[in-house]
């Protein structure tokens, strides 16, 4: 059979260098192209995956009908996805958003629009969907060891978007303060915050765990550091039919969670009528409390196993066997994300509870 061919566009994100290794890894793929309107920001994956440079781009267009691709990988800033999906949806091929969804509501909607009547498939990719300790969280809510979840207790960070690039590679203290200034992660009118670098995680996939739920109000806060236009820090509570979530966001933890778990723990906790399950980012155990085991057992994790490791995987498995898009990666479930993130942000400006946007 012949390779899926995948192009990669808008190197804004630093994930793009991860995504693209799983496109590099997998055997039915072919790297068709590389876009960017900045050509130093592809220069680390030029080399990392010997890229010739008649695939190399700046223009996307150029880069779109040279080289034909069945999937784009598109990694822009926040305030971006909306823009690039318009522009990417034309050209008839299947989309890899990299999270989140968008800066708005409006922005992500706009984005199913570009989509609709394409006949192609949208994914907004969650690196924490794959995650083996989430995954086996999940299942076992699936297969009813919990009982109905009433809460989802997250928290989740790094010390800092510019502290890694791809592949984790570390930066040093010196090279994140010279690039705040010019990083749009640290811009309002981009996207910028942990709130909206984070937020999205933890409500999309309490989402998931919840069986697509969403609450009734959410009330947020903010911090507001010296000298930046956005925060590092937020905790927003929200409000369900059956009781109360808190989903916390820190840019500043003690270590990166890759490295060394920090104090709190990056991840979830998760309370069901019958059980309770805590399942930390990158842990290979979970633990879980039943009624028949109140005293709680640590659990080895699941393996994951392909198409369900990475989305590129799991987009090509979906195409190929024509299903639709399920789970955290599916715009729906992300859309009712979307709707708590902004009224997260809604809340935190104008410090009061507020209904859950429409």
């Given amino acids: ?110 984005m199913q629009v570009a989509m609709r009547g394409m006949g192609k498939l949208l994914v907004i990719n969650w690196p924490l969907a794959w995650y083996p300790p989430h995954c086996t969280a999940r299942r076992l809510i699936t297969d009813g060891e919990i009982g109905e979840v009433l809460e ?36 309002r009118d981009s996207g910028g915050g942990s709130l909206l670098d984070y937020l999205g995680y933890g409500v999309t996939l309490g989402t998931w765990f919840m069986d697509g739920r969403a609450p009734i109000e959410v009330t947020t806060t903010v911090d507001q ?17 059956q009781g109360l979530s808190k989903f916390e966001t820190r840019w500043g933890t003690f270590t990166d969670p890759w490295t060394l778990q920090p104090q709190p723990q990056c991840g979830f906790v998760i ?48 195409i190929e066997e024509g299903q639709p898009i399920e789970g955290p990666l599916s715009p729906g479930m992300c859309r009712i994300g979307q709707q708590i993130v902004d009224t997260a942000v809604q809340s935190a400006e104008q410090k009061c509870t507020l209904p859950l946007f429409e």
Wanted: glycine share 6%; proline share 6%; charged share 25%.
């Fill in 271 to 318: 309370v069901g009528r019958e059980g309770t399950i805590s399942s930390y980012d990158y842990e290979e155990t979970i633990r879980v409390q039943t009624r028949a085991n109140p005293e709680g057992k640590v659990r080895p994790v699941d393996v994951l196993q392909a198409p369900f490791q990475n989305p590129v995987q799991y987009m090509i498995h979906c």
């Fill in 152 to 187: 989802v207790h997250y928290y989740d960070g790094n010390r800092g978007p510019l502290w890694h690039v791809a592949d984790k590679v570390e930066k040093t203290a010196a090279d994140v303060e010279a690039g705040k200034a010019a990083s749009w992660f640290y811009k």
């Fill in 1 to 110: 059979m012949s390779k899926w061919k995948v192009a990669a566009i808008n190197f804004a994100h630093m994930h793009m260098g991860d995504n693209l290794r799983m496109a590099f890894e997998h055997e039915d793929v072919e790297i068709v192209g590389l876009c960017d309107e900045q050509p130093e920001r592809m220069q680390s994956a030029i080399e990392n995956f010997a890229i010739p440079s008649d695939r190399v781009f700046s223009d996307y267009r150029e880069c779109l009908q040279k080289t034909e691709p069945d999937i784009v990988l598109l990694c822009p800033a926040t305030a971006e996805h909306g823009e690039w999906t318009e522009k990417i949806a034309p050209f008839g091929v299947h989309i890899i958003m990299e999270k989140p969804f968008a800066a708005t509501l409006y922005e992500a909607d706009r």
């Fill in 225 to 241: 550091p010296s000298g930046l236009e956005v925060d590092e820090h937020s905790i927003t509570v929200a409000r369900y039919a």
